[in-house]
């Protein structure tokens, strides 16, 4: 118990050193070169604000299912030892099989279409 209100204190103080200490080091008056919206030298010319493709994010976030797909079925090969190795592949392939009627759906819905 001793020791861990030891590491606690010694995080707590030195969290707020550190916290201090960027306060006192921190410039005041920063530059007008740091206020401008670009540090390349040159003025903007268009809004930075312009709209983003949602095709974009279901790009982003198939990829991310299909990542964690993959990671979920790495130890399908070291399931042959278990005890029960049915079980596993049974979940294993309902796991595929949803995802690929996802993908399906996804296909005939026309959501994989970059241009409309």
């Known amino acids: 118990m001793n020791m861990i209100t030891f590491m606690m204190t010694l995080s707590l103080t030195l969290s707020m050193a550190l916290t201090a200490l960027n306060f006192w080091l921190a410039q005041i008056n920063p530059d007008s070169e740091k206020l401008s919206p670009y540090e390349c030298g040159f003025d903007p010319l268009g809004s930075a604000r312009l709209p983003f493709s949602i095709r974009f994010f279901l790009v982003a976030i198939l ?54």
């Open 63 to 116: 990829f991310l299912l299909f990542d964690l797909e993959i990671a979920l079925l790495l130890p399908l090969p070291w399931a042959i030892q278990l005890q029960h190795p049915t079980t596993t592949l049974i979940w294993a392939s309902t796991l595929i099989l949803l995802l690929t009627l996802g993908l399906v759906y996804e296909w005939t819905q026309g959501g994989l279409e970059w241009a409309e």
